[in-house]
Nanobody
Framework: QVQLVESGGGLVQPVGSLRLSCAAS????????MYWYRQTPGEQRELVAL???????TYADSVKGRFTISRDNDKKTLYLQMNSLTPEDTAVYYC?????????????WGQGTQVTVSS
């Protein structure tokens, strides 16, 4: 059984910073691409950033220059450093990983962590 556990969300003032983490555990053979998404009430889940197994990164236009995605393969952990936060960044943030367990590759999701940007 594979689990993704997120941490690091919370309340922060505008222009502040937060660092999200997402740790994978379980019977894992390989982890391929890793992703961060976010969702606000009534809206579709939005891709924020992704990082490939080769460490190539892609960002949504709305977070370019402010957010940095990174990974630690030894720790099976994904990170999202969020700087210069604005109220528009308020959302539930979800991690997702493409993970091989035995001969199957599936997408796994974290439980979500709330990020609230407010003064």
């Amino acid at each position: 059984q594979v689990q993704l556990v997120e941490s690091g969300g919370g309340l922060v003032q505008p222009v502040g910073s937060l660092r999200l983490s997402c740790a994978a555990s379980g019977r894992i053979f390989s982890i391929y691409a890793m992703y961060w998404y976010r969702q606000t009430p009534g809206e579709q889940r939005e891709l924020v950033a992704l990082i490939t197994s080769g460490n190539s990164t892609t960002y949504a236009d709305s977070v370019k220059g402010r957010f940095t995605i990174s990974r630690d393969n030894d720790k099976k952990t994904l990170y999202l450093q969020m700087n210069s936060l604005t109220p528009e960044d308020t959302a539930v943030y979800y991690c997702r990983m493409s993970i091989r367990t035995s001969d199957v590759v599936d997408a796994y999701w974290g439980q979500g962590t709330q990020v609230t940007v407010s003064s």
